[in-house]
């Protein structure tokens, strides 16, 4: 058995309450040594922590395309990692994947259909990247320039971003700022 580190769900803030350290607890688990058939052993390089996961900190998530965390249960949510060990066929030892159901632990064996394999090589290795500007808060803030905000490449126009403090905000002021076609 390989001895991993799991964040888990201890205790819920409440509908209004604020998340706390003590809503968390960290666990000491344990992997299976041998893969079933579709399964992938992934050593974890970096996890997102993402405000709409205050969400799946309640019973009752508020939308019906977010189930909730379970107490007790490990914590999941966007993640990059390693490929250690795979009996799918889409996968072998050492490519880099992706999921935005990656358990919050140092390393899991998950079903090799929730990962997507990624080119690390077009983040030059800097694998937090696809976590960020190249990742889902990237792709929102371009499709938001683009699509919703009807933002041209190299037009004489003013954008606004009404909440550029956060990631996508952020991103969507370097987006605009790019000149991209």
């Excluded at 395309?65 to 249960?73: F, K």
């Excluded at 358990?103 to 990247?129: C, E, F, I, M």
Aim: net charge neutral; glycine share 12%; charged share 20%.
């Amino acid at each position: 058995m390989v001895s991993i580190q799991q964040v888990v769900l201890n205790s819920r803030p409440g509908k209004n309450g604020q998340p706390v350290a003590e809503n968390f607890r960290l666990e000491e688990g344990t992997l299976p040594e041998d893969l079933l058939e579709g399964q992938v052993k992934v050593h974890t390089r970096y996890l997102s922590v993402d405000p709409y996961m205050r969400c799946r900190m309640n019973e009752d998530t508020g939308v019906d395309y977010l189930h909730p965390w379970q107490v007790s249960r490990v914590a999941e949510g966007g993640g990059v990692g390693v490929v250690e060990d795979s009996k799918h066929p889409m996968f072998q030892k050492c490519d880099v994947v992706t999921s935005f159901r990656w358990p919050w632990q140092t390393r899991a064996v998950v079903d090799g259909n929730v990962l997507k394999k990624l080119d690390p090589q077009l983040v030059d290795w800097h694998l937090s990247y696809f976590l960020g500007i190249v990742g889902m808060p990237g792709l929102t803030s371009l499709l938001g320039v683009r699509e919703k905000g009807h933002v041209k490449p190299g037009a004489n126009q003013t954008m606004v971003v009404s909440g550029a403090a956060g990631a996508c905000g952020m991103l969507a002021g370097q987006v605009r700022g790019t000149g991209w076609s």
